[in-house]
């Protein structure tokens, strides 16, 4: 298999798009019609089921998902599983999945809110919470079930992971310092055309070439790690670091909270502040019960002592930026919500 994606590789540097497409639908199809072999009995045999859809239609999902007797499904986060969870929510008995085994995630924060509800719906389920990224893959796992519940943000490192502070210096366990994830092995060559980038995400650790996308974390004294968030993106407010999946993950406690988005905002005394954008749910269409909002920021964020602005409410009485499209607060929460992951 390893020689066969090799081949399609080279094709595609060759410019040979009609060679390499071919060998993908030929890899594919061996896949999808894989038989146990007498060297090596393989535990799955099935198919792989797409949908041609542009836009994701959860109820065009679910139906598939039904009709096919699907036993593993791959979403992105919070992103699937909160729409999935709300059409249970609203026809309980349109859709059985008994046969659905295992959900898989990765790209994005999946919470622990979100697996719970979907839990009760579909008490059999295993949710693995894949920790990757684009520059680094196997970096941890985190796996949820009715026997072995996790917080959303807590993983077992892989195999090739560890986590480094800036020293690039192993971080130990239980000792509470930040550090970023790092994954030795194989990793991507370059970032095209940009070497300074490339020295930044890919150094030598050890004498080993590694990945570290800047994702930071604390290890735990049993050895799992605390995401807590891209450094990228997190906000530096008064000389403190506040990552917006923290402050992002503590609003989506709030039941009248359907999605949330946090951002910097520019600010004269501390360079920026942490301000937030926030959905309400069906229940709570006016917004009226977004009050308890600011004291949960602050109490996410009471260890780093960050410097909260107040979220405003708009004429439509829901908390957050202004829907008028021309707003700075508006514009930065747009592209908040569009960076990739």
Same mark, same amino acid.
């Given at each position: 298999m390893v020689t066969e994606y090799r081949r399609i590789a080279e094709a595609v540097l060759a410019r040979d798009e009609k060679k390499a497409e071919m060998r993908m639908h030929r890899q594919l199809q061996r896949i999808g019609d894989s038989r146990p072999s007498r060297r090596r009995r393989t535990p799955y045999r099935g198919r792989v089921i797409t949908l041609p859809d542009r836009n994701f239609d959860v109820a065009r999902l679910l139906d598939a998902m039904v009709a096919a007797r699907v036993s593993e499904v791959c979403i992105v986060g919070d992103a699937f599983c909160r729409p999935i969870v709300d059409a249970f929510d609203a026809h309980p008995e349109r859709w059985g999945l008994a046969r659905l085994k295992v959900v898989s995630s990765s790209g994005m924060m999946w919470s622990s809110e979100v697996k719970q509800r979907l839990l009760a719906h579909a008490p059999q389920l295993v949710m693995i919470d894949f920790l990757n990224s684009? !520059?680094?893959?196997?970096?941890? %796992?985190?796996?949820?079930?009715? *026997?072995?519940?996790?917080e959303g943000a807590r993983f077992q490192l892989g195999k090739s992971a560890f986590v480094i502070d800036d020293a690039r210096r192993a971080v130990q366990p239980g000792s509470g310092e930040v550090g970023r994830v790092a994954v030795r092995g194989v990793v991507p060559v370059d970032y095209s055309r940009d070497p300074e980038k490339t020295a930044a995400t890919f150094p030598i650790v050890d004498g080993v070439r590694c990945a570290i996308p800047g994702d930071y974390a604390t290890v !735990?004294?049993?050895?799992?790690? *605390?995401?807590?968030? %891209?450094?990228?993106?997190s906000i530096n407010t008064g000389g403190e670091k506040v990552f917006p999946e923290e402050m992002e993950k503590a609003i989506k406690t709030n039941p009248a909270v359907r999605d949330a988005v946090v951002v910097g905002m520019p600010d004269l005394r501390f360079g920026q502040v942490v301000a937030a954008a926030a959905e309400a749910t069906a229940q709570y269409p006016d917004g009226a019960s977004l009050g308890p909002i600011d004291p949960l920021l602050r109490r996410a964020a009471a260890q780093r002592q960050p410097h909260v602005s107040p979220l405003r409410r708009n004429g439509d009485g829901e908390r957050g930026v202004r829907r008028r499209s021309g707003t700075h607060e508006a514009r930065r929460a747009r592209s908040a919500c569009e960076r990739p992951c």
């Open positions: 684009s !520059e680094a893959s196997g970096m941890g %796992r985190s796996i949820t079930s009715n *026997r072995s519940a996790n !735990e004294a049993d050895g799992t790690i *605390r995401l807590l968030g %891209r450094g990228s993106v």
